[in-house]
């Protein structure tokens, strides 16, 4: 006799048990966590990227000039009119038509994607737009310390300025190019927010007789994860850590605490912004 199988006869199952949609609800939650993750580290290293990308083209284009000139590009025009990165259009600065601007792709500075999502949250007044986030070494590459007591002609034209600081330093002067700054990631704290600014700022202000006077306003900005991006003058690019620094002292009574600047490196002797710090003197 055969006995065939037996059949259990009832409702076939249709759907998932709670225990089960909670599960996959928790591994697509995790996935998803994950895949942001994944995409915002890829994004990041993407404009961390570019902007080493910015800044390593500015000191290319100062050789350039500077190849040119026989000295680096000025900082500014002895009028304020003209700047590195830009002039001065209506009252405001504007990124073209500035010293560096024929050196540069595109007539003008790119600017830093890691700032653009900083400005867009926490922007201040208007200050001096066009710098794309970068500043120059101002002090000792975009001025010629050395001329610091020399007579100033207010009448000087753009061709044949005489004051230091509207003058670039002479090749010679930056004598370790891969121990000086030429251009670093900034923002000034203004207005309750950061702004753009065309300057990265020593420790201390330089005078005539070869001294140093009062603590500036910091303006490297360490908006890279807590470093700060550096092109040093031979075109090298690296990120630094902030040092202990003071940062307390802001020109325009705002609190540099609630942001993300201040100075890397020895301050004695305004450290690597100047050229000659190791030789103890201001200039």
Request: some cysteine; proline content about 4%.
């Amino acid at each position: 006799m055969n006995r065939g199988k037996r059949i259990e006869v009832g409702s076939p199952r249709t759907g998932f048990s709670l225990l089960e949609l909670l599960v996959a609800v928790a591994v697509i939650g995790i996935l998803v966590a994950v895949t942001v993750v994944g995409v915002r580290k890829v994004r990041y290293a993407g404009h961390k990227a570019e902007s080493s990308s910015n800044i390593r083209q500015l000191v290319v284009a100062n050789q350039m000039y500077a190849s040119d000139h026989g000295r680096f590009a000025p900082s500014t025009d002895i009028y304020d009119n003209i700047r590195w990165h830009g002039k001065r259009v209506n009252g405001t600065f504007v990124g073209e038509g500035g010293y560096l601007s024929e050196y540069l792709d595109g007539g003008e500075v790119r600017f830093c994607p890691v700032l653009e999502e900083y400005v867009e949250s926490e922007e201040g007044v208007a200050f001096d737009e066009g710098t794309g986030g970068y500043g120059y070494n101002s002090t000792y590459v975009g001025g010629d310390p050395t001329q610091l007591d020399a007579v100033v002609d207010w009448n000087a034209s753009r061709d044949d300025v005489t004051a230091w600081w509207a003058q670039g330093s002479r090749l010679f002067y930056v004598k370790e190019p891969a121990r000086v700054v030429m251009f670093t990631s900034t923002a000034l704290v203004k207005g309750g927010g950061l702004v753009e600014t065309g300057d990265s700022v020593p420790y201390r202000a330089v005078s005539s007789g070869g001294r140093l006077r009062s603590v500036m306003t910091p303006t490297v900005h360490f908006r890279f994860e807590g470093q700060a991006l550096v092109a040093w003058a031979d075109g090298h690019v690296t990120f630094e850590d902030p040092n202990e620094a003071s940062i307390e002292h802001n020109v325009y009574g705002d609190d540099n605490s609630m942001f993300s600047v201040g100075w890397f490196g020895p301050v004695d002797w305004n450290g690597y912004w100047n050229p000659h710090y190791d030789e103890e003197r201001a200039y």
